[in-house]
């Protein structure tokens, strides 16, 4: 394969500076600008050589380069004016533009000082992106520290100035909108739409926190000579564990909630979406929250076990596969943490003959293909009813007709899989059903994509005549591959979506307000969706996955999103004269 092209550093203002584009392709490689003395680079593809720094902590970009730290609010912070990151002298460049992820930790970027280093590409075009550290122990220790010792200080901080920062912060967002919406386009590999769709549900969810003061009230219960009153308290170090395909959106699901609760936040994104977690280290930056109360630290499983076991971590919010949810689980439950896990699912789309037939096979189209199918709200199953088998050929014509390709072209409606390893295990299963006697009446196997012959492309891929026992209906697959079985009747539906180990999502299509309701009131699956594929909520609504598609005890959004980040404490006092 040839080497990619080098990619300009394009002269940017310098508060919108992080992430530099090419000047010349739409598949441009996004790249964190850093000073040509931020590291030294062996000229090979190896493990890059750490930086020369008397920090024990690794090479810092402090505080000191970016514009407009945050503004005092409290007299528990310090005001800081700052200057800009350069962008005048790029990286050191090894087969194209090689920027290396960094860890955030007290509002300085710090190179790890690790001796094991992951590599990620551009999904459409293979090109080398991003060197992601396995951070060490005392980096991550590091990062926890930072964190403790700030969460005092700013749960002090009254309620109403933690909003108005997430207020800016929503701000700051804004203005980075164009960069965050690139990187998802690149890193990820997804659609320009999707990219946008995602920046606006993280925005969503910020603005969503904000509305928690109201919820967060406590009670009293006055009385004579004696009164009884709650608060709610913030639990202190709060983690976030965060998968590949909504590198934004989900940390924001959890991180603002922890901040407004008055708790400090640790983000340990997939170490195959670094960058987008980088955007939005800076976006806290000049929205001005003070050092410690948001890290970001890279790195894998290893890096997870690091954070759990760490004292001064309180709580743990993971979304990502079942394995790993699993495994974080049981970690947090050994170490006495406050945890949530939301994983896997298999989610059903059941059709009625009577159900409108049009709208019906675009949604389910949309839904299955959509993302290439990397979203845990995916509709991966469909089950047909009675004679609403028929509707197969239509169904197949309309997956069909998706146009496959790099996303940043517009006219594209389905990107690559994130990886090519995660394309192997898709045609793998593919495959395998196919040996199983499974019918492929639509094969995205060999989908090629002119102009991007290494791109990880699957088309769109419709399996029929299988068999509940199948791995393709058995595991989530994270890729455009919509199995598709018949039976005779609504009950026999709701029977199978019932016997399916996952619970994120189901949806009914249908005419008949009865068989809505019969199908919402039998089903047992947290999230339904009527004659509408399921996704994942605003920033406001409830996320109910049950079954084995979640773990822990208190859901993360909904009326009680704030009291997973708090303690209740009950205060009863009484005044006597002597």
């Known amino acids: 394969m040839a080497s990619p092209a080098p990619i300009a550093v394009v002269d940017l203002p310098p508060d919108l500076s992080f992430i530099a584009m090419s000047t010349s392709s739409s598949s441009a490689i996004p790249q964190i600008p850093l000073s040509d003395t931020c590291m030294s680079c062996n000229g090979s593809d190896n493990n890059p050589q750490p930086s020369h720094s008397p920090s024990s902590q690794g090479h810092h970009h402090s505080s000191s380069q970016y514009q407009n730290q945050y503004q005092n609010q409290s007299n528990h912070h310090h005001h800081h004016r700052s200057q800009s990151i350069s962008t005048s002298n790029p990286p050191p460049q090894v087969d194209g533009i090689i920027p290396i ?3 955030f930790i007290n509002n300085a970027l710090i190179q790890s000082k690790t001796r094991v280093w992951t590599k990620t590409y551009d999904p459409s075009t293979q090109s080398f992106l991003t060197r992601v550290p396995e951070s060490t122990v005392l980096e991550v220790q590091q990062a926890v520290a930072a964190a403790a010792v700030a969460q005092p200080h700013w749960a002090a901080i009254p309620f109403q100035h933690r909003r108005l920062k997430l207020l800016d912060l929503v701000h700051s967002i804004q203005q980075h909108h164009a960069r965050i919406v690139h990187c998802l386009v690149t890193e990820i590999g997804k659609t320009t739409q999707d990219a946008e769709n995602e920046v606006e549900r993280g925005l969503d969810a910020i603005i969503a926190a904000t509305g928690v003061g109201s919820e967060m009230t406590g009670s009293a219960w006055p009385g004579h000579p004696s009164s009884t009153h709650t608060t709610h308290e913030a639990l202190g170090v709060c983690v976030s564990v965060t998968p590949f395909n909504f590198p934004f ?20 994104p997939s170490e195959r979406a670094p960058s987008t977690s980088m955007l939005l280290a800076d976006c806290f930056l000049h929205a001005g929250f003070p050092p410690g109360v948001f890290s970001v630290v890279h790195g894998g499983g290893g890096v997870v076990g690091v954070l759990l076991s760490q004292p001064a971590v309180a709580a743990v919010h993971h979304v990502g596969s079942e394995i790993g949810g699993e495994r974080v689980f049981e970690h947090a439950r050994a170490n006495r943490k406050r945890v949530q896990v939301e994983c896997g699912g298999k989610n059903h789309a059941v059709v009625l003959p009577d159900a409108a037939k049009r709208s019906t096979l675009y949604a389910i189209a949309g839904s299955a293909f959509g993302a290439s199918g990397q979203r845990c709200m995916a509709l991966s ?20 007709s998706l146009v496959v390709g790099n996303g940043a072209d517009p006219a594209v409606g389905m990107g690559p899989l994130i990886s ?54 058995q595991e989530e697959l994270f890729g455009p591959v919509l199995v598709c079985l018949q039976v005779n009747t609504l009950n026999e539906a709701i029977e199978l979506i019932n016997e ?3 619970g994120n999502g189901c949806t009914l299509f249908t005419s008949s307000p009865a068989a809505a309701k019969s199908f919402q ?4 699956v947290g999230q339904i969706g009527i004659n509408v594929p399921n996704l994942a909520p605003s920033g406001a609504i409830p996320r109910t996955s049950n079954k084995e598609s979640f773990m822990g005890d208190i859901r993360g959004m909904g009326a009680a999103r704030w009291q997973f980040f708090t303690n209740t404490k009950t205060v009863t006092t009484l005044w006597r004269s002597d």
């Open 521 to 524: 009131d039998e089903v047992n």
């Open 101 to 103: 992820a960094h860890n």
């Open 381 to 400: 199953v469909v089950v047909f009813v009675g004679s609403s088998s028929e509707w197969l050929a239509e169904l197949t014509e309309i997956a069909g």
């Open 420 to 473: 090519a390893a995660a394309k192997e295990r898709v045609v793998g299963v593919i495959n395998e059903a196919e040996q199983d006697g499974a019918h492929v009446v639509l094969d995205g196997r060999d989908c090629y994509v002119e102009g991007y012959p290494h791109g990880n492309f699957v088309g769109p891929t419709i399996l029929t005549n299988v068999e509940p026992y199948m791995q393709c209906y």
């Open 249 to 268: 959106m989900i940390p924001l699901w959890t991180v603002p909630l922890a901040l407004v609760t008055g708790n400090t936040a640790i983000l340990k």
């Open 500 to 502: 399916n180990r996952y």
